[in-house]
């Protein structure tokens, strides 16, 4: 809990991605241990914390509350800002990450939601000067079924991490947009089945710790991809992303970003 490691033969540490314990009490849980944090639509954090996490239900209310420690390896976002005279700054993790969300379901098809987070002792490094802050982060987003086979979400989040400059002397933007529209949804036991999906973010590299498609963080452009299961418990995804940089990470300005990828999943 406290190294993210295991000390096993020889001295040599094993690193825990994710090992925990979680029980119900009628409509609420307790998970304690090294797990998989998500905000509501994954716009603020979407990756591990070694804590405790309590979630409840009440009808078409749901929440949860969460208290743990981050790895203090990375930078928001994990982006890192090129200065000519005083090498690579950011804003590097805090390790005391706390948050509380809700979601509530206004119908059986839209549902609404929305995370308060705060993470403190957050180095910010910029031109030879450090200091350190604490950094509160919000997020609201909807999820709605638009037709048969036709969903759409979107959600914001900002931050209050401000006065920081970029590459070229620009503020780093502490707020963003992600939308998603899909089509279908692929099922890893249902061979055939299939989803196409698109998106649109205008994502500022303030405005998140590690959200869900990070590769596309401090990213604005658009996305169109596909999921198909050509057997059971194996999934093919294939996507193309194109846009440019919010903020310039290079002295030389902002730049163009193309990503094209194609991965296969196998479930056990």
């Given at each position: 809990?406290?190294?993210?490691?295991?000390?096993?033969?020889?001295?040599?540490?094993?690193?825990?991605?994710?090992?925990?314990?979680?029980?119900?009490?009628?409509?609420?849980?307790?998970?304690?241990?090294?797990?998989?944090?998500?905000?509501?639509?994954?716009?603020?954090?979407?990756?591990?914390?070694?804590?405790?996490?309590?979630?409840?239900?009440?009808?078409?209310?749901?929440?949860?509350?969460?208290?743990?420690?981050?790895?203090?390896?990375?930078t928001?976002?994990?982006?890192?800002?090129?200065?000519?005279?005083?090498?690579?700054?950011?804003?590097y993790?805090?390790?005391?990450?706390?948050?509380?969300?809700?979601?509530?379901?206004?119908?059986?098809?839209?549902?609404?939601?929305?995370?308060?987070?705060?993470?403190?002792?957050?180095?910010?490094?910029?031109?030879?000067?450090?200091?350190?802050?604490?950094?509160?982060?919000?997020?609201?987003?909807f999820?709605?079924?638009?037709?048969?086979?036709l969903?759409l979400?979107?959600?914001?989040?900002?931050?209050?991490?401000?006065?920081?400059?970029?590459?070229?002397?620009?503020?780093?933007?502490?707020?963003?947009?992600?939308?998603?529209?899909?089509?279908?949804?692929?099922?890893?036991?249902?061979?055939?089945?299939?989803?196409?999906?698109?998106?649109?973010?205008?994502?500022?590299?303030?405005?998140?710790?590690?959200?869900?498609?990070?590769?596309?963080?401090?990213?604005?452009?658009?996305?169109?991809?596909?999921?198909?299961?050509?057997?059971?418990?194996?999934?093919?995804?294939?996507?193309?992303?194109t846009?440019?940089?919010?903020?310039?990470?290079?002295?030389?300005?902002?730049?163009?970003?193309?990503?094209?990828?194609?991965?296969?999943?196998?479930?056990?």
């Amino acid at each position: 809990m406290k190294s993210d490691s295991i000390t096993a033969y020889g001295d040599k540490d094993i690193q825990v991605n994710k090992i925990y314990a979680e029980g119900n009490f009628g409509d609420s849980m307790l998970k304690v241990g090294r797990y998989g944090e998500f905000s509501s639509y994954g716009r603020i954090i979407d990756t591990e914390i070694s804590g405790a996490e309590y979630t409840f239900e009440a009808g078409d209310l749901s929440g949860a509350l969460t208290y743990g420690r981050l790895k203090d390896s990375r930078t928001l976002a994990g982006t890192k800002f090129e200065n000519k005279s005083d090498g690579e700054y950011g804003a590097y993790l805090g390790t005391e990450y706390s948050s509380a969300r809700l979601k509530y379901n206004l119908s059986p098809v839209t549902a609404i939601g929305a995370t308060y987070g705060r993470l403190n002792e957050v180095t910010v490094a910029e031109k030879g000067n450090n200091f350190q802050d604490s950094v509160n982060f919000w997020e609201a987003g909807f999820n709605t079924k638009l037709a048969d086979n036709l969903t759409l979400m979107a959600a914001y989040s900002k931050s209050d991490l401000d006065g920081v400059t970029d590459s070229v002397g620009s503020e780093v933007v502490n707020d963003g947009w992600f939308s998603e529209l899909r089509y279908k949804q692929h099922n890893p036991s249902d061979v055939g089945s299939f989803a196409i999906f698109t998106n649109y973010r205008n994502v500022g590299a303030f405005s998140t710790i590690d959200a869900t498609v990070d590769y596309t963080e401090n990213v604005r452009g658009w996305t169109l991809g596909f999921d198909y299961v050509p057997m059971e418990n194996t999934t093919i995804e294939v996507f193309y992303t194109t846009g440019t940089q919010v903020n310039a990470t290079s002295t030389e300005g902002r730049q163009d970003v193309d990503i094209f990828r194609a991965q296969m999943e196998f479930y056990f």
